[in-house]
């Protein structure tokens, strides 16, 4: 059975869907809109998630599915393999899942990912490294990209 939990972050409040196994959804909210059930489960997903935020964590332990169509699935398993503090633009992606000439579809998928941050949409970029389409918009996606790229250049120094 789904159900959720609401959490107030850095970013804002913070939607986690789960079941009993794993969770299906990370987005952000105005407000809730279904009851807020907290688990240990959501508890667990949303401490990884402020450990992202502050820079002290680059992947993510907690189980989670992946909810869409055949290819959906394709580009989001495509997006969890982009390196913490990387970026890929559209084309990589579409030829990292064999339909070379597909940037526009993969865009779609991008913008129907369940799992924020999880499954990094937000290090796809435009050719040329430009900062284009973030279903968050596109100053969350500069600053998720500035603080990954903080963290890799600190953990550098040390």
Request: hydrophobic fraction near 35%; include cysteine.
């Amino acid at each position: 059975m789904d159900r959720f939990a609401f959490y107030n972050t850095r970013l804002g409040l913070l939607k986690i869907g789960y079941t009993n196994t794993a969770v299906f959804s990370l987005t952000m909210t105005d407000k809730p809109d279904a009851p807020n059930q907290p688990s240990e489960l959501s508890e667990r997903a949303y401490t990884e998630i402020q450990e992202y935020l502050a820079g002290e964590r680059q992947a993510f332990d907690f189980e989670y599915e992946l909810r869409g169509t055949l290819f959906q699935v394709s580009v989001w398993r495509a997006l969890a393999g982009i390196p913490y503090g990387q970026t890929r633009t559209y084309r990589q992606i579409a030829e990292a899942t064999g339909n070379p000439r597909a940037c526009r579809a993969v865009g779609m998928a991008l913008s129907r990912n369940p799992l924020m941050i999880v499954i990094p949409c937000h290090r796809v970029t435009g050719t040329g490294g430009s900062l284009v389409g973030y279903a968050g918009g596109i100053e969350l996606k500069r600053f998720l990209l500035e603080l990954e790229s903080r963290v890799v250049n600190t953990n550098r120094q040390n």
